[in-house]
């Protein structure tokens, strides 16, 4: 934790601020009403989906409620996404998916928690069955160890030995329920129950996450066997909008495992220089979006 962050090519850099500047941009939107539904930001976890996107080009990605860093990291298009998060014409979903419900060739989300592993085990029998070495990897959250389809969903993922990337962005917290007030055990332990594999990492820093991972990414693809990873982090923001009932004091805390401001302390001119490319283009995307007429399905 004291050592500094590795330096970032200018793409890791670019991708994991504009998820930050894009979502911070949404909170400004949905308080001034030109965002209607609801939004769930990843700020404080945006190096999560940028360290490993590019260990699963070609994959299936299904994700969360949590999910705009997912896909601004997996399928770039900050302009359909926010297009489809206002409702806009040009929306990756024509509006009719929202902030939850995004699909875009091998992306799928869903806001219901525990739906996506089923159907990502599906997915992965079938790549089995087609004689096809792309494989499947599934966001979900700590909180999400309560539902019961995580649990059937890794007895068959086991059983079937179908090529499931499991990514647990552990961050100590659902909604308002600290983890440790509904997880009884760990989540390795649950997860070794089923003889699946499981790593763990609490680094904040992006090159050495992606070094983590990277093995066991080629394992589940090579092996055809599931694997979890588990990856401890931050949540920096409220859980939706306003929803934050955590005390400032641990908020507070909670800063000081800014990635973001970890690397900028460390590279303050890079850092400067690719903070203002990020904030000029969700600028500009933004204004470009807002001009546009609402899509037939709009959600807005
Ligand atoms: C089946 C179901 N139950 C409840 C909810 C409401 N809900 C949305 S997110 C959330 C907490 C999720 O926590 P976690 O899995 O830890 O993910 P995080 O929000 O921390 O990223 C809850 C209870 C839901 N979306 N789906």
């Given at each position: 934790m004291t050592a500094a962050p590795s330096p970032l090519d200018d793409a890791d850099l670019d991708a994991g601020l504009l998820i930050r500047r894009f979502e911070e941009q949404l909170l400004r939107l949905y308080a001034d009403g030109h965002l209607g539904g609801t939004t769930h930001t990843c700020l404080g976890q945006e190096y999560v989906p940028v360290a490993l996107a590019p260990l699963l080009t070609g994959d299936f990605v299904f994700s969360n409620h949590r999910g705009h860093g997912h896909y601004l990291a997996h399928c770039g298009d900050p302009e359909g996404l926010l297009a489809e998060l206002l409702g806009r014409e040009g929306g990756v979903c024509h509006g009719y998916g929202g902030s939850q419900h995004l699909r875009r060739e091998r992306f799928l989300s869903t806001g219901v928690q525990g739906e996506s592993l089923p159907a990502a085990v599906g997915v992965g029998l079938h790549l089995n069955r087609t004689g096809q070495d792309r494989i499947v990897v599934a966001y979900i959250g700590d909180g999400t160890w309560g539902e019961g389809a995580v649990y059937e969903a890794l007895n068959m993922a086991a059983l079937w030995r179908v090529p499931l990337l499991v990514v647990v962005e552990?961050?100590?917290?659902a909604q308002s329920t600290p983890t440790g007030a509904q997880l009884a055990g760990t989540i390795a332990g649950r997860v070794t129950g089923f003889g699946i594999t499981v790593s763990e990492s609490d680094s904040l820093d992006l090159a050495e996450v992606r070094a983590a991972a990277a093995p066991h990414v080629e394992r589940v693809r090579t092996t055809r066997q599931p694997h979890v990873l588990v990856q401890h982090t931050v949540r920096l923001g409220p859980h939706s909008k306003?929803?934050?009932?955590?005390?400032a004091e641990e908020l507070d805390r909670l800063r000081r495992f800014d990635w973001l401001q970890r690397y900028a302390a460390a590279y303050p001119d890079r850092f400067s220089a690719a903070d203002a490319r990020a904030r000029r283009r969700v600028a500009e995307i933004s204004a470009d979006v807002l001009a546009r007429p609402a899509a037939r399905g709009g959600v807005a």
């Open positions: 552990h961050n100590r917290i306003g929803d934050d009932t955590r005390p």
